[in-house]
């Protein structure tokens, strides 16, 4: 239980303290509160917006002139213009639905206690008032698409009101036992607009314009007195009461009007409290942990010592020593983003955003959009190595989304083929470039960096059918786009010009002010090569061959390769520039080292040194995310204590007030609830954290397994089943003194396997 369960003897004062349940579709983060109880509620597609084409006037000719300037060097002036002349707007936003607040008579309480137990996805709070022992317990069933939340009393003494503090455009009102809120999203929440006032959201009256309109439906079950009043539901003198609640949107697709075209949804969430009505509390709960636990039992880690630690979690976070660490908190930590990835991505859900699906305001950081220079492409890589390939789904969805909005954008602003997708995209697939710094808005990288994750599917699965019908189909076209935008260098290499290395800046001598935009960055380069020799490999594996193969494996040897800075690091840029922040966040020059597979032990020992000086450079301090990723990178370096020192600054306590506020470079780590602080909240660095504990166990490419290639000093005793290599294989592990004692390999394989401890 040490391992598998948040525990906690007060309720939640704040946001970053409530406890999130999830479904994939719907998320609560519940404060388990005494005299009001708060629950946060959210539902995936719950958007600001309608679907949109983004275009700007002259946006190729400056991209021409921008090119120009770039090759001549003069870096500055190419950021100029494409920050003037090239970029956009900002994203549409997740919104949330508000709260559910409960408020009960209670005085002072006594024995408080709440628990979200991870192997069963249910949470429980109890207490006494007065000797009369309250229980609540709450889920969220993907099965019956409802959350459930049970009040139970020993007495018959319960009574309590319910109302809902909705920020959208919404009414209540009571229909045949159940209590409907229906609402309509802003239909533009564009906050960098210059048509809208700043942190305005947009609601308007012509249905083309209008945003998704949802229903939420909240049904009791109690054997109190229900009545209805005042925009509220009171119950009153039970010793029992379910609340069902489920939301429905009229969102049908990323391509159709939520009000002209959308589809019906009034009753499709009543039917759903209905239904989970008459099955009960009992039978849902059954069914829900059998369907969660299917899932999360595929995989179990032990590293401590099995002594059971008696404090509540966030003591445990409070007072961890890397000296002397509580292991079971590392087990914790990698439980917990497992068990977010199962309760927010399901099969045929929306991708994860950047809070995954929980959001509690209309104004998110970065309006919990998909951030693709790192973050929507990190909170899926647990899925595989976790053998949860069906995780995948939404991303891949996602994928496809963009690879048909992003076919516009590359023809209006590069006069290329195929697709290309930038820095942001929502719910309706924009793919155009954003607003603001060219740093994070020129960047044409997302659509290669989402291929490198769809190919991944297959290299885990060896499903023929989905690399030919689903992967290489969006692989082609991004790489298309790619080579239709290629250019010459003098030396007569092929390079994207111009090109930045994610949200990082450099003063050019001679230059008065910081540039992002070079000739040519070792990030971009490294996503076009990736994607063309996965391509390769695709076309081998289906033992097919066409013209475009041609294309693609005429243009791999030609691209400019990898150099080595004056520092011994992995040159960032086209030639030696100093950034302005030699601790920048972002390492996205390392992208050959991962996720890609282009820098390997063994094989590229210069440049693998180069990527280890780069990674001393940068520090290991840094964000959330940061700290993450570069977990990831410490175990593809093979240095597993390293890797820990960064996992232990992930396990930093950061406080739950103003929800950490936000700190773009420095003091990531871990709130009171487990979930990752950039600060604030980004669900990136929890996933990351797992996948970066998976990498130090287990590593794999087309023809080897490496088992346990990164094992800190400090993990002298463990093991690990279920995690899964490529190649349609999964690992058993068990190790004692630092030494692997016993190791079972399951599913057919020719892979070499090296057993490095």
């Given at each position: 239980?040490?391992?598998?369960?948040?525990?906690?003897?007060?309720?939640?004062?704040?946001?970053?303290?409530?406890?999130?349940?999830?479904?994939?579709?719907?998320?609560?983060?519940?404060?388990?509160?005494?005299?009001?109880?708060?629950?946060?509620?959210?539902?995936?597609?719950?958007?600001?917006?309608?679907?949109?084409?983004?275009?700007?006037?002259?946006?190729?000719?400056?991209?021409?002139?921008?090119?120009?300037?770039?090759k001549a060097g003069k870096y500055r002036a190419c950021h100029e213009e494409l920050e003037h002349n090239f970029l956009t707007?900002?994203?549409?936003?997740?919104?949330?639905?508000?709260?559910?607040?409960?408020?009960?008579?209670?005085?002072?309480?006594?024995?408080?206690?709440?628990?979200?137990?991870?192997?069963?996805?249910?949470?429980?709070?109890?207490?006494?008032?007065?000797?009369?022992?309250?229980?609540?317990?709450?889920?969220?069933?993907?099965?019956?698409?409802?959350?459930?939340?049970?009040?139970?009393?020993?007495?018959?003494?319960?009574?309590?009101?319910?109302?809902?503090?909705?920020?959208?455009?919404?009414?209540?009102?009571?229909?045949?036992?159940?209590?409907?809120?229906?609402?309509?999203?802003?239909?533009?929440?564009?906050?960098?607009?210059?048509?809208?006032?700043?942190?305005?959201?947009?609601?308007?009256?012509?249905?083309?314009?209008?945003?998704?309109?949802?229903?939420?439906?909240?049904?009791?079950?109690?054997?109190?007195?229900?009545?209805?009043?005042?925009?509220?539901?009171?119950?009153?003198?039970?010793?029992?009461?379910?609340?069902?609640?489920?939301?429905?949107?009229?969102?049908?697709?990323?391509?159709?009007?939520?009000?002209?075209?959308?589809?019906?949804?009034?009753?499709?969430?009543?039917?759903?409290?209905?239904?989970?009505?008459?099955?009960?509390?009992?039978?849902?709960?059954?069914?829900?942990?059998?369907?969660?636990?299917?899932?999360?039992?595929?995989?179990?880690?032990?590293?401590?010592?099995?002594?059971?630690?008696?404090?509540?979690?966030?003591?445990?976070?409070?007072?961890?020593?890397?000296?002397?660490?509580?292991?079971?908190?590392?087990?914790?930590?990698?439980?917990?983003?497992?068990?977010?990835?199962?309760?927010?991505?399901?099969?045929?859900?929306?991708?994860?955003?950047?809070?995954?699906?929980?959001?509690?305001?209309?104004?998110?950081?970065?309006?919990?959009?998909?951030?693709?220079?790192?973050?929507?492409?990190?909170?899926?890589?647990?899925?595989?190595?976790?053998?949860?390939?069906?995780?995948?789904?939404?991303?891949?969805?996602?994928?496809?989304?963009?690879?048909?909005?992003?076919?516009?954008?590359?023809?209006?602003?590069?006069?290329?083929?195929?697709?290309?997708?930038?820095?942001?995209?929502?719910?309706?697939?924009?793919?155009?470039?954003?607003?603001?710094?060219?740093?994070?808005?020129?960047?044409?990288?997302?659509?290669?960096?989402?291929?490198?994750?769809?190919?991944?599917?297959?290299?885990?699965?060896?499903?023929?059918?989905?690399?030919?019908?689903?992967?290489?189909?969006?692989?082609?076209?991004?790489?298309?786009?790619?080579?239709?935008?290629?250019?010459?260098?003098?030396?007569?290499?092929?390079?994207?010009?111009?090109?930045?290395?994610?949200?990082?800046?450099?003063?050019?001598?001679?230059?008065?002010?910081?540039?992002?935009?070079?000739?040519?960055?070792?990030?971009?380069?490294?996503?076009?090569?990736?994607?063309?020799?996965?391509?390769?490999?695709?076309?081998?594996?289906?033992?097919?061959?066409?013209?475009?193969?041609?294309?693609?494996?005429?243009?791999?040897?030609?691209?400019?390769?990898?150099?080595?800075?004056?520092?011994?690091?992995?040159?960032?840029?086209?030639?030696?520039?100093?950034?302005?922040?030699?601790?920048?966040?972002?390492?996205?020059?390392?992208?050959?080292?991962?996720?890609?597979?282009?820098?390997?032990?063994?094989?590229?020992?210069?440049?693998?040194?180069?990527?280890?000086?780069?990674?001393?450079?940068?520090?290991?301090?840094?964000?959330?995310?940061?700290?993450?990723?570069?977990?990831?990178?410490?175990?593809?370096?093979?240095?597993?204590?390293?890797?820990?020192?960064?996992?232990?600054?992930?396990?930093?306590?950061?406080?739950?007030?103003?929800?950490?506020?936000?700190?773009?470079?420095?003091?990531?780590?871990?709130?009171?609830?487990?979930?990752?602080?950039?600060?604030?909240?980004?669900?990136?660095?929890?996933?990351?954290?797992?996948?970066?504990?998976?990498?130090?166990?287990?590593?794999?490419?087309?023809?080897?397994?490496?088992?346990?290639?990164?094992?800190?000093?400090?993990?002298?005793?463990?093991?690990?089943?279920?995690?899964?290599?490529?190649?349609?294989?999964?690992?058993?592990?068990?190790?004692?003194?630092?030494?692997?004692?016993?190791?079972?390999?399951?599913?057919?394989?020719?892979?070499?396997?090296?057993?490095?401890?």
């Amino acid at each position: 239980m040490n391992d598998n369960a948040l525990f906690y003897t007060s309720p939640a004062r704040y946001w970053m303290e409530a406890l999130p349940l999830g479904n994939g579709r719907l998320g609560a983060m519940c404060y388990s509160g005494v005299k009001t109880d708060e629950i946060s509620v959210s539902e995936e597609t719950l958007w600001s917006g309608k679907p949109r084409i983004v275009e700007k006037e002259g946006a190729y000719e400056s991209y021409l002139r921008a090119q120009t300037l770039a090759k001549a060097g003069k870096y500055r002036a190419c950021h100029e213009e494409l920050e003037h002349n090239f970029l956009t707007c900002w994203s549409q936003a997740y919104m949330t639905f508000g709260s559910l607040l409960l408020e009960f008579p209670f005085s002072e309480v006594k024995d408080y206690q709440r628990t979200l137990d991870l192997s069963d996805a249910l949470l429980t709070s109890s207490f006494t008032v007065n000797g009369t022992s309250i229980t609540k317990q709450g889920f969220v069933s993907a099965p019956a698409n409802v959350f459930v939340y049970r009040i139970k009393s020993a007495d018959r003494n319960l009574s309590f009101s319910l109302r809902v503090n909705c920020p959208l455009k919404h009414s209540v009102s009571c229909k045949d036992g159940v209590f409907l809120i229906d609402g309509e999203c802003p239909g533009d929440g564009d906050t960098h607009s210059a048509n809208y006032p700043a942190n305005d959201t947009i609601y308007f009256d012509e249905d083309k314009d209008r945003g998704i309109l949802f229903r939420g439906s909240i049904l009791p079950d109690t054997d109190g007195e229900v009545v209805f009043t005042d925009g509220k539901l009171m119950i009153q003198n039970a010793t029992e009461a379910v609340l069902y609640l489920s939301i429905s949107t009229s969102f049908n697709g990323f391509d159709k009007y939520p009000v002209l075209e959308g589809k019906p949804y009034l009753e499709e969430s009543v039917a759903c409290v209905h239904k989970a009505k008459e099955k009960g509390f009992d039978a849902l709960l059954n069914e829900h942990s059998a369907d969660y636990k299917r899932y999360y039992d595929r995989v179990s880690l032990h590293l401590g010592d099995g002594t059971e630690d008696p404090r509540p979690t966030d003591e445990r976070l409070k007072t961890f020593d890397p000296e002397h660490p509580d292991k079971d908190l590392y087990t914790l930590l990698f439980n917990m983003g497992r068990y977010l990835l199962i309760s927010s991505a399901r099969p045929g859900t929306q991708a994860m955003n950047l809070q995954g699906i929980w959001n509690n305001t209309v104004r998110p950081p970065w309006n919990s959009n998909y951030t693709t220079n790192i973050n929507t492409e990190m909170n899926d890589w647990p899925c595989l190595p976790c053998n949860l390939p069906e995780m995948t789904g939404p991303l891949v969805d996602l994928a496809k989304k963009v690879s048909v909005t992003g076919e516009h954008t590359a023809k209006h602003y590069y006069h290329a083929r195929g697709f290309v997708l930038h820095h942001n995209t929502d719910l309706w697939g924009m793919t155009a470039p954003i607003c603001g710094n060219p740093c994070w808005g020129f960047w044409p990288g997302g659509s290669g960096w989402l291929c490198e994750n769809v190919y991944n599917v297959y290299e885990y699965t060896l499903d023929k059918d989905f690399l030919r019908d689903t992967a290489l189909p969006i692989m082609k076209k991004a790489a298309r786009f790619y080579l239709d935008i290629l250019i010459e260098d003098e030396d007569g290499t092929l390079i994207i010009c111009p090109a930045t290395s994610s949200e990082n800046e450099f003063r050019k001598e001679g230059d008065d002010d910081d540039a992002a935009t070079s000739k040519s960055t070792a990030m971009m380069q490294a996503i076009v090569k990736s994607l063309f020799t996965n391509i390769v490999k695709a076309y081998g594996a289906l033992e097919i061959r066409d013209d475009f193969l041609n294309e693609v494996e005429a243009a791999l040897p030609r691209l400019k390769p990898f150099s080595i800075g004056k520092y011994g690091e992995l040159l960032e840029w086209n030639e030696q520039l100093e950034e302005t922040d030699i601790n920048h966040r972002h390492v996205s020059h390392l992208y050959a080292l991962h996720p890609a597979s282009l820098i390997r032990f063994g094989r590229d020992m210069q440049l693998f040194e180069a990527c280890k000086r780069t990674l001393e450079r940068r520090g290991d301090d840094g964000t959330g995310w940061s700290l993450a990723w570069k977990v990831n990178f410490w175990a593809r370096l093979r240095d597993g204590d390293h890797a820990l020192r960064l996992l232990n600054n992930q396990l930093r306590y950061v406080t739950a007030e103003n929800n950490g506020e936000t700190k773009y470079n420095r003091h990531g780590g871990t709130f009171p609830n487990m979930l990752d602080a950039h600060p604030p909240f980004q669900i990136d660095g929890n996933f990351g954290s797992v996948s970066g504990i998976a990498e130090m166990l287990v590593q794999s490419d087309e023809t080897t397994v490496w088992l346990l290639p990164a094992l800190p000093a400090k993990w002298k005793d463990g093991s690990v089943k279920g995690l899964a290599a490529r190649g349609n294989i999964t690992v058993d592990i068990t190790w004692k003194d630092g030494r692997i004692s016993d190791y079972t390999i399951h599913g057919q394989t020719d892979k070499k396997i090296v057993l490095c401890r």
